[in-house]
Nanobody, 125 residues
């Protein structure tokens, strides 16, 4: 059984940083694409970043330059480093993966079969 577990969410102030982690069990991230999504209250779930099979990252404009995705294959963990957080970053964050081998990952929900349960990130003064 595949399980993805996110951690690292918290209540922080604007300008602060957080690092989210996504650990997989029953599945090896290996060279598969992994993505981060988020869902703010009353909004659709949106993809914000992904990392391809050859570790090429992609970011949507709203987080580019502030967020960084990375993976640690030995720990079977994917990270999302979030810097210069804004109130509009408040959301539940999800990691997702699947048997997707690609040099150009996508942040489309349809690409991924396995999802974490989500972790709350709140940015507020």
């Amino acid at each position: 059984q595949v399980q993805l577990v996110e951690s690292g969410g918290d209540l922080v102030q604007p300008g602060d940083s957080l690092r989210l982690s996504c650990v997989a069990s029953g599945f090896s991230f290996g060279s598969y694409a992994v993505a981060w999504f988020r869902q703010a209250p009353g909004k659709e779930r949106e993809g914000i970043s992904c990392v391809s099979s050859d570790n090429m990252p992609y970011y949507v404009p709203s987080v580019k330059g502030r967020f960084r995705i990375s993976r640690d294959k030995d720990k079977n963990t994917v990270f999302l480093q979030m810097n210069s957080l804004k109130t509009e970053d408040t959301a539940v964050y999800y990691c997702a993966t699947g048997e997707v081998i690609t040099t150009r990952c996508l942040v489309a929900r349809s690409e991924y079969d396995y999802w974490g349960q989500g972790i709350q990130v709140t940015v507020s003064s």
